[in-house]
């Protein structure tokens, strides 16, 4: 015997369309125990239609069948919505039973939405504009969310700095303003980065270079122009401003390693207009690397011209020569203060087949992203060395 396939949204639609309809019912003769009744059932009956949309979407196989179970379902949320959004605007709601009721539903359906749209939005237009009683409940909702935040404190001034940028952006969005153009996946995006940024634990970290709230914004690419602006004027504060070059070099090569390992979603984004949030850290942590590997090597030119007439010309190239020199320091084999003064007193003396002029910071810096083929090129040289001296 086959099942009847019902309509999962069916007690929801009778009683927004039919019993709770002021132009089909007496509702004003619904006393508060039925009230109280159908408010309890409004909420188990949410938990039941996610259930019974997951088991219809997992039975189905074809993305086309399931695109459509989907859409259909928005848009008949949708529908509800709008109809207890204008039940509610009748004098017959003005009762305080009845309103709290009515919200209560509307809470629901939009929780009902907001649970399509997160689980379900590649089979959704996102692009398209929400229509407007959504986006006044919606609103409703952001508003809400957006008067806690601001209330939030965090433990560190910085965190509490990006906390306001946050607030800002979001007051700014267009959200809060029904004569705008708001898509799904902006109001999608709004609703994940406040629940995400609420639900943080802020940490106090005065040596990391990105914090909790930092790693939250990046990986959600929170691309504000605002915020990018911040970032790179704090990562730049952090550099000791009596550094040398080589130091400096070095401390952003570790901020850039600290933001590799920040994953971020390349699939969302604040500002559709503008680039990825992490994309742009990277380009310009790069160009600021390249602008003080370029120093350097300047700096090691007008040092060593002049100095060394005769150099000694390297059957290996400048990285294979790196990789020697910090394994003859780290093993102890030549001694120093430190492994930049070993490249330091050497690398000027030498010289390789296609580079005349060498860089001491740069041979050191690269020593320390050693590739595969240059450290295989590496040992067979020493062992060519090892082979020759047991010739002896």
């Known amino acids: 015997m086959m099942m009847r396939k019902t309509y999962p949204l069916e ?15 007496a509702i004003s003769q619904l006393s508060e125990t039925d009230l109280a009744v159908i408010s309890e059932n409004v909420v188990k009956e949410s938990g039941r239609i996610q259930i019974r949309i997951k088991n219809e979407i997992f039975s189905l196989r074809k993305k086309r069948e399931i695109r459509l179970l989907i859409r259909k379902y928005h848009s008949s949320l949708i529908f509800l919505l709008d109809a207890v959004v204008d039940n509610r605007k009748t004098a017959a709601f003005e009762a305080a039973g009845l309103a709290e009721t009515a919200e209560l539903i509307i809470g629901c359906l939009d929780e009902l939405l907001s649970f399509l749209e997160n689980r379900y939005s590649n089979y959704l237009s996102l692009d398209e504009r929400v229509p407007i009683t959504y986006l006044m409940v919606s ?60 639900s943080l634990e802020h ?3 005065a040596s990391a270079v990105f914090s909790a709230f930092d790693r939250l914004l990046i990986s959600l690419n929170f691309n504000s122009a605002q ?6 004027e704090r990562l730049i ?4 401003v009596g550094e040398g070059v080589e130091q400096k070099f070095n401390t952003l090569s570790y901020y850039s390693k600290e933001l590799g390992q920040i994953d971020s979603n390349y699939a969302i984004t604040f500002n559709p207009a503008a680039q990825h949030l992490k994309m742009v850290l990277e380009q310009w942590l790069k160009y600021e690397m390249l602008y003080l590997e370029k120093k350097m090597e300047r700096s090691d030119a007008l040092a060593s011209k002049g100095t060394v007439e005769n150099k000694l010309e390297c059957d290996l190239s400048a990285d294979q020569i790196g990789i020697i020199l910090r394994a003859a320091d780290e093993a102890r084999v030549v001694k120093s203060r430190s492994m930049s003064l070993v490249f330091q007193r050497i690398v000027p003396h030498l010289s390789t087949a296609f580079k005349r002029d060498l860089s001491y910071q740069s041979v050191r810096s690269k020593s320390y992203n050693a590739e595969e083929t240059d450290k295989n090129t590496a040992i067979l040289t020493l062992e060519k060395m090892i082979k020759k001296i047991r010739s002896y």
């Not at 915020?227 to 790179?232: C, F, G, I, R, T």
Request: charged letters at 30%; one cysteine or more; glycine letters at 4%.
């Open 11 to 25: 007690w929801l639609d009778n009683l927004i369309l039919e019993h709770l309809n002021p132009n089909r019912t």
């Open 237 to 240: 504060s952090k550099l000791d």
């Open 203 to 205: 940490s106090e970290n």
């Open 139 to 198: 609103r409703n909702e952001l508003e809400l969310k957006l008067k806690k935040l601001k209330k939030s404190k965090c433990e560190s001034e910085q965190d509490q700095i990006v906390l306001g940028i946050v607030i800002e952006e979001l007051s700014n969005a267009g959200l809060c303003d029904t004569n705008s153009r708001v898509t799904f996946r902006q109001l999608g995006y709004e609703r994940m980065l406040l629940k995400s940024v609420l």
């Open 227 to 232: 915020y990018v602006n911040l970032l790179k």
